[in-house]
């Protein structure tokens, strides 16, 4: 695993900024962080030309940068060393990438505005072309942690997910648990019927989860948690139950089992992403 020594968090002067900055402070008490870099891009060509005239007499970048320090001040408590950084580049996809890379980021954090006028677009092509940790984090998000899901698939790429939580575990006193949503094979329904199927099926899924978690590296206690989808869409279903248990914190991969291509998320990761989620996503890549 990785240590996050280094967090980027992307703020747009929305009201949400606030909340994101709270949280980013909750979470360097999580984890060993050792700087936190604040980052807004100016986007100028969203400027009207009537606007532009008013403002060719104002330092913009310095007013913006000027509210953005008063915010973290107010908002992030947090021991932690922190600077914001203030750019005017026409692709703040491209920005924020540059920043990743030239900064060595571990982590991006991004506020989830549970798709608000496109909110999201950016932020999962964030997701598909940098290489660091990504943590999404929807409105009214409350700075608590007593119950972590840590999604799995029992495949390889889902192993590393299990780092993360046993780091947090070994520093919280936290409940965790291992979390696989399954489906009956239902092509066979019309021959065989699902009284008989379903016991068999939670056997051999009881085996599997068992298995694996015998593989990983796993400190403490970790709970098995298996849910039955049946016909209801996987991601769906996860986000259901996952606000029945009062989840604070779902961890999942960003490739599934079948994924192929490094450019592309796991189907059910990139589900999750795009729903309407109300419970902070953290997405663990290689």
């Known amino acids: 695993m990785k240590p996050i020594k280094k967090i980027l968090v992307g703020l ?31 986007k100028r ?16 970048e310095e007013l913006i940068t000027e509210e953005i320090n008063e915010n973290v001040e107010d908002n992030f408590k947090s021991d932690v060393e922190w600077e914001v950084l203030i750019s ?8 924020i990438s540059y920043i990743v890379n030239k900064y060595s980021i571990d982590l991006l954090m ?8 496109g909110s999201g677009l950016l932020a999962f092509k964030l997701l598909r072309t940098t290489r660091c940790q990504f943590l999404w984090i929807p409105k009214n998000t409350n700075n608590s942690m007593d119950k972590v899901w840590v999604g799995t698939d029992f495949s390889n790429t889902s192993k590393k997910c ?3 939580a046993d780091f947090l575990n070994s520093k919280h006193n936290f409940v965790f648990e291992a979390v696989h949503v399954y489906n009956l094979p239902i092509h066979f329904s019309p021959y065989v019927n699902n009284s008989k199927i379903e016991p068999k099926m939670k ?3 009881d085996k599997r989860f068992d298995n694996f978690l015998k593989k990983i590296k796993f400190s403490g206690e970790i709970n098995q948690k298996k849910i039955l989808g049946r016909e209801a869409n996987i991601a769906s279903k996860l986000k259901k ?24 998320l796991g189907s059910i990761t990139e589900d999750l992403f795009n729903r309407d989620l109300k419970i902070p996503l953290f997405i663990v890549k290689d």
């Open 12 to 42: 747009d002067l929305s009201e949400m900024d606030k909340q994101l900055i709270s949280y980013t402070s909750f979470i360097t008490k999580l984890f060993d962080v050792e700087k936190v870099y604040f980052v807004h891009n100016i």
């Open 203 to 205: 056997d051999y899924v």
């Open 45 to 60: 060509y969203e400027i009207s030309e009537m606007l532009e005239k008013e403002l060719q007499d104002i330092d913009l």
């Open 88 to 95: 005017d580049d026409p692709y703040t996809e491209s920005l």
């Open 110 to 117: 991004m506020g989830n505005k549970n798709n608000e006028d």
């Open 162 to 164: 299990f780092a993360y």
């Open 241 to 264: 139950e996952a606000y029945k248990n009062n989840v604070d914190l779902l961890i999942v991969a960003d490739k599934g089992a079948n994924t192929i291509s490094n450019l592309t």
